[in-house]
């Protein structure tokens, strides 16, 4: 049973198996084990992975909460505040860069998360609802099969108990006459019909309600598989599966302008409160959820690797079988030769299932005793039927036409489960459901959706700590414009006032030490530290004295 030749695993099964489970197992069967504690060593190896992600996380968010305690003087942009840089240093730049980048980022992988995730798990949804209904088919003509058989062989085994009733008593000294003369061995003939209508049984009435009652199971869990498949369907279809996405590239969109008025280094102070009081805690919110669902689809992935690697042969095929194993099944049970038959003996041929195969074969070898004998029967008189069965009446003969009759509409309904049953009707079922529906489909959306959603959560926490991008740059105090230096004369120059006092006047310029007092006109002298503008004056005094 196989698509393509086979079961190919797919590679992000190999991925999402490989997650870290602390020396926890990794066998899916686990956690149909009986044994208690292998189900929690499992459980616990899932549920480990998801944790460890969410506490790194969260060591992070915590990080960003003691530096923004620490404060710029400590730790600088990351607290948040705004770049105090001078104009030729490189950092905002890179910084901002490394915004945009990953803004871009998160924008493509939650497109991603759409096309890549959660259309292959809506395939998965369409291909689980469509193996259900196929399968709940099956059951409805299985069961209408089964059902007909059911009442047939109620009926015919009270006619075949009639039938034995009168043929074993068995036949005359008369026949004799009449095999000499037919060289019909009515003996042997009869013989061989009792034997033949013995080993019918009771038509098989309990494999019958056994086969019925297992259908009608697998009917119940088809309808709960196809509710949940609608489910999925409804959740991953049409709008709302482009809600994370237009929440994530409005939000980006914003935070983009803000960055880029911040480069150009236009100070809006009005959309830096909005950025930073309204889109920022949302974004923050949308980054935290996208965490937690990250660390609940990373558990299902993982299972769900588990469960399309399982057994030595690194199939779905493999986890099956190490269920019925862990769960005590034979070889003799129903389940377990119905499982191995579809499993394993499909691929070698379209051959019978269950007892069926075994009722049809007793079926056929009895309806050709009935019809050799009733032909045998049909060239002696009625005279001479009743020599050969002591009968003043033809209750025999009336009874073996009923029986012919029922046989032949038993062999019809037993041929009519059969094919329903064949590999031909219900291999495709399986592989479609888990060849192709869990272990390609729904891996590679569920694998998909948590790749994306772990990078756009470390994205979102990278644009968070570089919130200091969309403010404004600001220079440190006492910073020199080395611009405007650049052009002004040597600064310690005495001149001389052209008052009538002839009173020095000593303009000078001093970095260091600034204060207040030093712009006065105390003794006659004046001492100018106010940088360019101070320059500038001494300059043009210079020229009115040259």
């Not at 299985?142 to 009733?165: H, V, Y």
């Amino acid at each position: 049973m196989a698509i393509n030749g086979g079961y190919e695993e797919q590679w992000a099964t190999k991925t999402m198996r490989g997650l870290p489970r602390f020396k926890n197992p990794d066998n899916f069967a686990y956690l149909f084990s009986p044994d208690s504690e292998q189900q929690s060593d499992y459980i616990a190896g899932l549920l480990f992975a998801a944790i460890f992600l969410l506490c790194v996380f969260l060591v992070w968010a915590i990080l960003l909460l003691v530096f923004r305690c620490l404060g710029k003087n400590r730790v600088g942009f990351i607290s948040g505040s705004a770049f105090e840089v001078s104009q030729s240093s490189k950092k905002p730049v890179i910084v901002r860069s490394i915004f945009l980048l990953l803004a871009i980022l998160i924008i493509i992988f939650s497109a991603l998360m759409v096309t890549e995730g959660l259309n292959n798990l809506y395939d998965t949804a369409e291909t689980l609802i469509q193996s259900a209904r196929d399968v709940n088919q099956v059951r409805n003509n299985a069961n209408d099969a089964l059902s007909s058989m059911q009442s047939l062989g109620t009926t015919s085994a009270r006619n075949r108990d009639l039938l034995l009733k009168n043929l074993e008593t068995g036949v005359c000294g008369a026949v004799l006459d009449l095999e000499e003369r037919t060289d019909i061995d009515y003996n042997q003939t009869v013989s061989q019909l009792i034997q033949q209508l013995r080993d019918v049984g009771d038509f098989r009435q309990e494999d019958n309600l056994e086969l019925q009652s297992g259908f009608n199971t697998l009917g119940d869990a088809s309808v709960d598989v196809d509710s949940y498949a609608e489910d999925i369907e409804q959740d991953v279809a049409d709008w709302p599966k482009f809600v994370f996405p237009i929440l994530f590239g409005t939000l980006c969109f914003f935070l983009s302008i803000g960055v880029i008025l911040a480069w150009r280094g236009k100070d809006i102070g009005k959309y830096q409160c909005f950025l930073s009081w309204f889109i920022l805690p949302l974004f923050t919110v949308l980054i935290a959820a996208s965490l937690v669902l990250a660390a609940f689809i990373g558990v299902g992935a993982s299972a769900n690797a588990d469960f399309c690697s399982g057994g030595e042969a690194d199939s779905p095929d493999g986890t099956f079988n190490e269920i019925l194993n862990l769960n005590g099944y034979s070889e003799d049970d129903s389940v377990y030769r119905i499982f191995t038959f579809y499993v394993d003996k499909c691929k070698e041929g379209d051959q019978l299932v269950f007892f069926l195969d075994e009722y049809k074969d007793d079926l056929d070898a009895l309806a050709a005793s009935l019809n050799d004998f009733k032909t045998s029967l049909g060239n002696t008189t009625i005279g001479g039927l009743e020599n050969i069965f002591c009968e003043e009446k033809n209750s025999t003969l009336i009874l073996l036409d009923t029986m012919k009759d029922d046989v032949e509409m038993l062999l019809k309904a037993a041929v009519a489960i059969i094919e329903t049953l064949a590999c031909a009707q219900l291999a495709p079922i399986y592989t479609n459901t888990f060849y192709l529906g869990t272990c390609t489909y729904s891996i590679r959306g569920v694998s998909w959706t948590f790749a994306s959603l772990i990078i756009i959560s470390f994205c979102g926490m990278m644009m968070i700590m570089f919130r200091s991008a969309w403010l404004v740059n600001y220079e440190p105090k006492g910073s020199k414009n080395v611009e405007a230096a650049t052009s002004l004369p040597d600064e310690d120059e005495v001149q001389y006032d052209p008052n009538p006092g002839g009173r020095p006047i000593n303009l000078s310029y001093h970095e260091e030490n600034e204060t207040e007092e030093d712009y006065g006109f105390g003794g006659g002298v004046v001492v100018g530290t106010v940088g360019p503008a101070i320059n500038k004056y001494n300059k043009e005094l210079n020229r009115g004295h040259a």
